[in-house]
């Protein structure tokens, strides 16, 4: 059921989009064309925005959608005040690019380094702390073998990235709209820490979502949301897959 949004049903008159704002974001359910937006990019943003809507997570707090270019170096950005802000030039520029296969090279140089500092520290016997780095250099390679991608967004390309990038920051709306998260991932005073605490998340549980997801609880929320809605809820660790719906399970019922 979730909150209901009584503009869904009041949308701006047809041709009322101004340059480069998409409009409010219940527009996406009409058949209206928006100002200076490729039509495949509005239907794979109005896909993500009307699947959340079907589930009943966007509600009243999120009001815009816009493609700009203060977003700094990010894809997207939601904002508190309601709008989502999405780097038109960044989706044309790496709509198609393997972001995994670079990541997977980086990947791999930093597991090789890992091995050759265990390989060094074999030959240096006696000395102290030794056993105790070799483990945690050991801890990081098995945590860097989890880590499939940088971020939910990058082992799709085309239009899937969009509709990726575009649930991960209304991820970010719905966690703005009902303060889940707070501050570092180990913070156990929010609503989803607490959850993540009470079923033992731990590093290579997040990481096995994104190495984007380690940064902060918020961040964490919304690469998990955009997994759990883009089909891909089996790739969540159980554990945190649970912390997750125990969540939005306080707020929003099914």
Known sequence: VGY??????????????????????????????????KPEYQDAISGAALKLKNKGYINQKIKTIQFNENTGKEWGRMS???????????FD?????????IFNKQKVKKIQDAESFINTLKTRKGV??????????LNRITILKSTKRFSTADDVVGLARIESVTIHE???AVDFANEFTDGEVTNA??????????????E?????????????????????????NTGKKSQIPKNLLKAFESTLNEVFIE
Do not use: C
């Open 4 to 37: 209901k949004d009584e503009n869904f049903d009041k949308p701006l008159v047809k041709g009322k989009a101004v340059t480069k704002s998409v409009g409010k974001i219940g527009d996406y359910f009409t058949n209206n064309k928006m100002a200076g937006l």
């Open 80 to 90: 508190k005040s309601g709008t989502l802000s999405l780097r038109k030039s960044f």
């Open 93 to 101: 520029k790496h709509l198609n690019n393997d972001q995994t296969g």
């Open 128 to 137: 102290f702390g030794a056993e105790e780095s070799i483990q945690d250099a």
């Open 170 to 172: 209304l991820g970010h």
């Open 189 to 202: 005073g929010s609503l989803f820490g607490k959850h993540l605490k009470a079923n033992r998340v731990k």
């Open 204 to 228: 290579i549980d997040i990481k096995t979502v994104s190495q984007y997801a380690a940064v902060n609880q918020k961040e964490l929320f919304a690469e998990t949301f955009t997994l759990y």
